[in-house]
């Protein structure tokens, strides 16, 4: 375990008191700790939040074990196919029953909410949880997941989209696959807009002074603003979004932002409340089809491709069955059904051309299936270091009076 991520749990002890919050952003980390916090920090060396280690070879992979029971399933609502066919699909093919819980709403409030049992070793009765990118990269870090056991996980590895191999926070996708991704970008107004918003600038034209809104989402709106600033999210300094946060605070001051929202912003914008925003391309698949005035274009400078991973938390009942779970959505045929009603970025190959014969207008979406060129020339948000997330965190979170 290193420095940083001892430092983030105790970080993340200290925030739990609203007093000692204000003391810590005020002070800064540092001067928060106590001398005892300190000597915590530099003696812990061994801890791994419940996972085992196998000496030098780092945290084991998860075993092979009998496929029974119910497999606990927590996930976003409204994100797998509305009749839920592949899980009846997976309990026909493994004998396991499924419990799928639409209990993530929000990042940061799922996290809350399961801190103190990922802290001592134990999920919740979870088998699998959806996080965001940063999120489960702090996951990663405190040790509060498993890591894959490769020889259970080979049509995964098979089918997954090249440019989701790699990301920033697990490299190696030792403890993370995807479920689905999305582009951040200018959701807008055709009947409204000019012209087409090709570049972040407009969002800033006097023009649309009030009709304007950004995602609450941090790395959303602050990585398309940092990238529209010239500076890639994928190496970019504190300093940097930092200089993204001040462009977006001044805009929200005068007034050209009219709020900050959440999924929210589909109602926004489908009632003309807002013409020009920062949204995600999912939701404006699913408004273009009831409203072609409302499109999605990438700008100029690059979006966001974020993705929301499936992890097996430590002390999971049934990780090896989670696994298989993993390994099942990765067929092409079963993502198909998925793909199809989600309207996300699909992380697996091979389901473009089942969707081809099934519905070419979804087949043929750049929104669903991006071409190569789209998908490298946007960005992936770095993982921040714990002290770098809390300061930008607080600073965006002034910004949009959270």
């Known amino acids: 375990m290193t420095f940083d991520d001892n430092l983030e749990r105790e970080l993340e002890r200290l925030l739990r008191d609203p007093l000692t919050r204000r003391r810590l952003f005020k002070r800064g980390a540092a001067g928060a700790l106590s001398a005892s916090a300190l000597a915590y920090l530099a003696a ?21 074990s009998k496929i029974s029971g119910t497999l606990t399933f927590s996930n976003w609502p409204l994100y797998i196919d509305e009749d839920r066919g592949t899980l009846k699909e997976y309990e026909k093919e493994y004998g396991a029953k499924v ?26 009765g979870r088998d699998i949880h959806v996080v965001t990118d940063w999120m489960a990269g702090r996951m990663i870090r405190l040790g509060y997941v498993q890591r894959f056991n490769p020889a259970h996980i ?27 991704s999305g582009f951040a970008g200018i959701v807008y107004r055709k009947d409204k807009v000019k012209r087409e918003p090709k570049s972040v600038d407009d969002l800033f034209d006097p023009d649309y002074k009030g009709k304007v809104t950004m995602l609450t989402e941090m790395r959303d709106s602050v990585g398309v603003v940092a990238a529209s600033l010239g500076y890639d999210p994928e190496t970019a300094t504190l300093d940097q979004f930092m200089e993204a946060v001040d462009k977006i605070g001044e805009a929200s001051d005068s007034g050209q ?15 003309g409340d807002s013409w020009l925003i920062i949204g995600w391309s999912g939701d404006s698949v699913q408004l273009q089809a009831d409203d072609p005035n409302i499109r999605f274009v990438a700008p100029e400078s690059g979006v966001h491709l974020w993705t929301d991973n499936m992890q097996i938390p430590i002390g999971a009942p049934h990780a090896y069955a989670a696994e298989k779970m993993i390994d099942f959505v990765y067929h092409p ?35 669903i299936f991006p071409d190569d060129q789209t998908l490298e020339e946007a960005f992936i948000f770095r993982q921040l270091k714990p002290d770098e997330e809390s300061q930008l965190d607080e600073a965006f979170q002034k910004v949009i009076g959270a």
């Open 44 to 64: 812990c060396g061994a801890r791994t939040g419940g996972v085992v280690k196998s000496g030098a070879g780092g945290p084991e992979v998860i075993q092979k």
């Open 99 to 124: 419990k799928y819980v639409e209990e993530i709403n929000d990042n940061t409030e799922f996290f809350g909410k399961v801190r103190q049992q990922y802290e001592r070793g134990d999920s919740g």
């Open 154 to 180: 080979i049509t995964a590895q098979q089918n997954l989209l090249d440019r989701l191999r790699t990301p920033p926070f697990d490299p190696g996708r030792d403890y993370s696959m995807p479920w689905q």
């Open 257 to 271: 932002i009219r709020g900050f929202t959440g999924n929210e912003f589909t109602k926004d914008i489908t009632k």
């Open 333 to 367: 045929e079963v993502q198909a059904d998925i793909a199809a009603y989600v309207n996300y970025i699909c992380p697996v190959e091979g389901v473009q051309e089942i969707l081809a014969k099934r519905d070419p207008g979804l087949a043929s979406n750049q929104l």
